[in-house]
């Protein structure tokens, strides 16, 4: 079957939406109906009050002018990292379509109505799971895992819905830099970004590849 992807691709000036949030949507659509594997993958980069770097691989939830959001334990690596340091970085590795999205930005809390509303949302076993794992800590073996699910289990059996533990909830990365990557041959890239100059003012720019 014949990849249009696999043809060349370029970004242009004339190629880029007003804002990034318009240039975003472009492109995840793009990604969704190319039938890239989880489209909205992204590698979530945090340091710890040291600087000291990690990253991992978690599911974009939503996206708006205000930024991209996602979920999580806050007693977990990352919401440590962020607590100290609430600064992350976003990659959406898009490699079917030699395209790649990087966001700099804070990170905020949801407001707790919002993490409720998403958990209410999910499938019942991930609510239990969320309960029932203490993400990022050391456990002797998967027994210790799955004997605090059942207890979960046992503790919700006759409730419904299950309520969104005080451990866990959203956050949203609010960009103060958005960079879309065209590959291109010989390592020509393209790369434009918007960038967050003052207060409401957005400028973009090309960087070299």
Same mark, same amino acid.
Do not use: C, I
């Given at each position: 079957?014949?990849?249009?992807?696999?043809e060349?691709?370029?970004?242009s000036?004339?190629?880029?939406?007003?804002?990034?949030?318009?240039?975003?949507?472009?492109?995840?659509?793009?990604?969704?109906?190319?039938?890239?594997?989880?489209?909205?993958?992204?590698?979530?980069?945090?340091?710890?009050?040291?600087?000291?770097?990690?990253?991992?691989?978690?599911?974009l939830?939503?996206?708006?002018?205000?930024?991209?959001?996602?979920?999580?334990?806050?007693?977990?690596?990352?919401?440590?990292?962020? @607590?100290?340091? +609430?600064y992350? /970085?976003l990659?959406?590795? *898009?490699?079917?379509? %030699?395209?790649? &999205? $990087?966001v700099?930005?804070?990170?905020?809390?949801?407001?707790r109505?919002?993490?409720?509303?998403?958990? @209410?949302?999910? +499938?019942?076993? /991930?609510?239990?799971?969320? *309960?029932?794992?203490? %993400?990022?800590? &050391? $456990?002797?073996?998967?027994?210790?895992?799955?004997?605090?699910?059942?207890?979960?289990?046992?503790?919700? @059996?006759?409730v419904?819905?299950?309520?969104?533990?005080?451990?866990w909830?959203?956050?949203?990365?609010?960009?103060d830099?958005?960079?879309?990557?065209?590959?291109?041959?010989?390592?020509?890239?393209?790369?434009?970004?918007?960038?967050?100059?003052?207060?409401?003012?957005?400028?973009?720019?090309?960087?070299?590849?």
């Amino acid at each position: 079957m014949r990849n249009e992807y696999a043809e060349e691709k370029t970004l242009s000036w004339d190629d880029l939406a007003a804002d990034w949030h318009t240039q975003f949507d472009r492109w995840f659509h793009d990604a969704v109906a190319a039938g890239l594997p989880e489209p909205n993958a992204m590698v979530v980069g945090t340091a710890d009050a040291d600087g000291r770097p990690s990253g991992r691989t978690v599911l974009l939830k939503g996206y708006d002018p205000a930024g991209f959001v996602f979920f999580t334990n806050y007693a977990s690596r990352k919401g440590g990292d962020l @607590a100290a340091n +609430p600064y992350a /970085s976003l990659v959406f590795p *898009w490699f079917g379509m %030699q395209r790649q &999205v $990087v966001v700099t930005g804070r990170v905020d809390r949801l407001d707790r109505a919002e993490t409720e509303a998403y958990f @209410a949302s999910r +499938p019942r076993g /991930s609510q239990l799971g969320a *309960w029932a794992s203490t %993400q990022s800590s &050391v $456990v002797a073996d998967r027994s210790v895992l799955e004997e605090r699910y059942r207890a979960v289990q046992r503790r919700f @059996a006759d409730v419904e819905p299950v309520p969104a533990p005080p451990h866990w909830g959203g956050l949203r990365v609010r960009p103060d830099a958005v960079e879309f990557w065209q590959g291109r041959p010989d390592r020509m890239h393209d790369r434009l970004r918007y960038r967050l100059a003052a207060p409401g003012e957005w400028v973009t720019e090309r960087l070299a590849p």
